[in-house]
């Protein structure tokens, strides 16, 4: 098991900036770590992802140049730097944690474990 709780979420003009953080406990070996966005009536959209093992990023289209995902492991943090931000990003962010070997790293059904989410809103 892994447990994942978000922080971080706010409500900010558009142009601005927001980190979200995401604490991760329990089973320690994972293979990637992601951000996923949903807004009311859309799909689960992934973010962002990171390689736990070799710290390789992957970023969606719409958020490349202005999104940017780390992780502390000594700490057991995953972080999403949020700068520029627009109204369209305006969801609730989840953090997602892989642990299953062979899944897919762009693939919402292949992370199994998920936090509660944390509520960005950028106004215009």
């Known amino acids: 098991q892994v447990q994942l709780m978000e922080s971080g979420g706010g409500s900010v003009q558009a142009g601005g900036s927001l980190r979200l953080s995401c604490a991760a406990s329990g089973h320690t070996y994972r293979v990637y770590m992601a951000w996923f966005r949903q807004s009311p009536g859309a799909e689960r959209e992934r973010v962002a992802t990171?390689?736990?093992?070799?710290?390789?990023?992957y970023y969606a289209d719409s958020v490349k140049g202005r999104f940017t995902i780390s992780q502390d492991n000594a700490k057991n943090q995953l972080y999403l730097q949020m700068n520029s931000l627009k109204p369209e990003d305006t969801a609730l962010y989840y953090c997602?944690?892989?642990?299953?070997?062979?899944?897919?790293?762009?693939?919402?059904?292949?992370?199994?474990?998920w936090g509660q989410g944390t509520q960005v809103t950028v106004s215009s």
């Open positions: 997602a944690a892989m642990v299953r070997l062979g899944g897919t790293w762009y693939k919402v059904s292949d992370y199994d474990f």
């Open positions: 990171i390689s736990a093992v070799d710290g390789r990023t």
